[in-house]
């Protein structure tokens, strides 16, 4: 004890000495802001003064636009020392939050090093009080005990001897404790943080990051990282302060955060996660859903459908011989085998189907049929087949200009005015030439123009090509049987002018592989969350989209909604992605929910997935009857009061589709403060909220109330898997509500206590 209260007084003296000097760094970079700040508002009211917004005097404009660059730079200034003071004031909460004693080898002295969010160094003696999270040498703090140590360097693999490892808990510049530690971020830190009460946006994890987490966030060497992992292990948190690693990496390979965008499953998720990289001192990135892109680059060309609301009316029917054929033709249209036929059907299209014919001009024959089909199959070097056909047009219409209109005009009013005059031989001559030169062009685009969705309708109704498929795939005769289902439904309901949200990836792939991609060529990383939500075809596109990008990877095959994909996703990822160097890993471990939650949602799937928990109790699962439908507001109402007595902060009443969300939401809305989670909604608050699983997926909360989990609403294997994301929201307590018969998928989760203390009303 005597020993601590020494070691405490010493923390104390560095912990003010570092308050101190941020304070100081904090006056100094507040006065330079508000200096910068002035210098701005005076060059704006002197380019107000001295020049005018609109003039047709170029001397006038030249003088605007060096003003304007004038600004634009002290703007940029400006910002960045804002930036400077929002660092600092976050640093003097808590400038660190760990410590190691390292003794480098080669060396005679140890030196003391503490981590934080940031560096804080004072430029004039170059002594560094706190490093970086992410500066090589912290990754040491995150792997290694006391003992030998090793972590790269630009020059290479540098070692040493760590003599201590110490962690603090610091609040408002105050010292609250701290404990001395071993192989890893201690237990008692993490049951200190996975305690709390969950917030409405999801937080940064520098203080916990485990040893498997800290080799992923740091990897730099591969250009697709593959992470496998349950939910709450993490995966998300990874993901988002790996980007941060790779922008503070960035420094050196002019990595900014514009190279970079997060694929993230659906609004109110991107909101959640949005606060975590300016938390880390990094400009927030990118953040795109699916349908964004599919909005983007077609959705203009159709009504679009969303896919909240698409799995919504999927989880609807699933139960129905229509859901379940609805969701085999989706599975079969975003499979790798359907992926095969639109390459086929391009090159099928491309040699048999353009109306090629004989291009003549003024009684010469420019170019023959069958010469205008030889040079475009001759494509040697992969040209699309639209800039293909835009070449040969130009081959063909080398005199044809956007003047050519208006000479056209020109003539005929010439012609008009005349009067039944005679009309100069040389003007009558140019009107005809003009007049063919326009029918020319018109011919000509009838085989040069290409419409990737009439290609796409195309290819359901064409037989011959059918045949050809069918033949194909005779080798699986179960597809070969369904092909013509799938081919006739489809065609149907496109010939009535419908478009369904299983259509938008092949249209978006015959778009990118006809028309080819010239957008997006500085994203130079890419973040895929909740991969198992994307199909083959999916990734295909993102391929084609984002070709010259290093990705990172991350999800669970057992939160899969659609129930398309298989073990070897995964694989299949790698080979799509085809880069030259990357990595496969498997995270083992969940945090987020007490053990009880954990072992019940384990057991919810029937199957050992070989999770290891974190050894954090709490309360068994709550499983909760009521007599009749009439009874569950009430029921639902006692349960969330008790769950706030209790001082949660975010307790969401889960149900299984947004339709039932709606229901149960305006029986309570009267009697609770609540709010109705939204597809699409762009704020995601904290309190009580009525969400439904596809909503919920990538969140948590501190409490989760299951909405009627009777033997009608959850019976079939996708009823599991969205049982299983809602129940794995859970931080610390779960209760599922039930009227009637309870459904047959959680007889094996419910333990024997959790069966004893079943409520029967």
């Not at 059907?345 to 491309?350: A, K, L, N, S, T």
């Not at 012609?415 to 007049?435: M, T």
């Not at 195309?458 to 080798?475: E, G, M, N, Q, T």
């Amino acid at each position: 004890m005597k020993d601590y209260i020494e070691q405490q007084q010493i923390e104390k003296v560095y912990l003010q000495r570092t308050i101190d000097f941020i304070n100081k760094e904090l006056e100094n970079v507040t006065k330079e802001a508000a200096s910068y700040r002035n210098a701005l508002i005076a060059s704006r009211k002197d380019m107000s003064d001295n020049t005018a917004p609109f003039s047709n005097d170029f001397a006038k404009l030249t003088e605007l636009v060096q003003y304007l660059s004038e600004i634009n730079s002290q703007s940029v200034a400006y910002a960045n020392i804002v930036k400077y003071v929002q660092r600092y004031k976050r640093l003097i909460r808590t400038p660190y939050f760990g410590r190691f004693d390292l003794l480098e080898d080669g060396f005679k002295n140890k030196e003391e090093i503490y981590i934080g969010l940031a560096t804080v160094m004072d430029q004039t003696t170059r002594d560094v009080y706190v490093y970086d999270w992410r500066a090589p040498i912290a990754s040491i703090f995150y792997r290694y005990e006391q003992g030998k140590a090793y972590y790269e360097t630009p020059s290479g693999i540098a070692s040493g001897e760590v003599f201590l490892k110490r962690q603090y808990k610091i609040e408002n510049s105050e010292l609250q404790y701290f404990f001395d530690c071993n192989v890893r971020i201690t237990d008692d830190i993490l049951q200190e943080i996975l305690a709390r009460n969950s917030s409405p946006r999801m937080r940064n994890i520098v203080e916990s990051i485990q040893k498997e987490q800290d080799i992923i966030i740091r990897d730099t060497v591969n250009q697709l990282l593959l992470v496998q992992g349950p939910a709450g292990s993490g995966k998300t948190s990874i993901a988002l302060h790996r980007i941060a690693f790779l922008l503070y990496e960035g420094l050196h390979s002019n990595l900014r955060s514009n190279n970079v965008i997060i694929i993230s499953p659906h609004d109110v998720f991107s909101q959640y996660i949005s606060g975590v990289l300016p938390e880390l001192g990094e400009e927030n990135v990118f953040q795109f859903t699916y349908d964004d892109i599919v909005t983007n680059l077609i959705a203009k060309k159709f009504p679009a459908e969303r896919r909240e609301d698409y799995l919504e009316n999927l989880i609807a029917v699933s139960n129905t011989i229509e859901g379940e054929n609805c969701r085999k033709r989706a599975i079969f249209k975003g499979s790798e085998t359907f992926r095969n036929i639109l390459d086929s059907w391009i090159e099928y299209y491309g040699h048999k189907l353009i109306p090629f014919e004989d291009v003549s001009f003024a009684g010469v024959t420019l170019k023959t049929r069958q010469q205008l089909k030889n040079r475009f199959l001759h494509n040697e070097i992969d040209i699309p087949m639209a800039k293909q056909l835009a070449k040969l047009e130009n081959m063909l219409l080398p005199l044809t200009h956007p003047y050519k209109k208006e000479r056209l005009q020109r003539l005929e009013q010439i012609v008009a005015a005349s009067e039944g005059r005679k009309l100069e031989i040389k003007s009558f001559s140019r009107l005809l030439a003009i007049r063919e030169s326009q029918a020319l062009r018109q011919r000509v685009r009838k085989f040069t123009s290409v419409d990737y969705w009439e290609i796409y309708r195309r290819l359901f109704s064409d037989p011959h090509f059918i045949s050809i498929v069918a033949r194909d795939l005779k080798k699986d005769l179960r597809l070969s049987r369904e092909l013509e289902d799938y081919f006739s439904s489809t065609n149907d309901y496109l010939c009535q002018g419908q478009i369904r949200y299983e259509d938008y990836a092949p249209l978006l792939y015959l778009k990118l592989k006809i028309e080819g991609n010239d957008t997006v060529s500085d994203i130079r990383h890419v973040v895929i969350d909740e991969a198992q939500d994307y199909s083959p075809l999916q990734y295909h596109i993102f391929n084609l989209l984002y070709r010259n990008a290093a990705f990172t990877v991350l999800g669970d095959l057992n939160q899969c909604f659609s129930e398309n994909q298989q073990k070897d996703l995964f694989v299949d990822i790698s080979k799509i992605l085809a880069k030259d160097k990357n990595l496969n890993l498997f995270l083992h471990k969940s945090y987020r929910s007490t053990l009880e939650i954990q072992s019940f949602c384990q057991k919810l799937l029937g199957k050992d997935l070989q999770i290891e928990s974190f050894d954090r109790h709490g309360a068994q699962p709550g499983i909760v009857r009521q007599e009749t439908a009439a009874l569950m507001p009430q029921s639902i109402t006692e349960n969330i009061n008790l769950l706030l007595t209790k001082g949660y902060k975010t307790i969401a009443v889960i149900c299984k589709t947004q339709q039932q969300s709606e229901t149960v939401y305006a029986n309570l809305k009267n009697s609770l403060k609540l709010t109705l989670v939204k597809p699409h909604d762009k704020d995601y608050k904290k309190g009580t909220l009525i969400i439904s699983t596809v909503m919920a997926k990538g969140l948590e909360f501190d409490a989760v109330i299951v909405y009627n989990v009777n033997k009608e609403n959850y019976i079939n294997e996708i009823d599991k898997k969205l049982l299983y994301v809602a129940c794995t929201r859970a931080l610390h307590e779960l209760v599922v509500i039930y009227t009637g018969e309870k459904s047959p998928l959680i007889y094996n989760a419910l333990q024997d206590e959790a069966k004893k203390n079943e409520l029967k009303k």
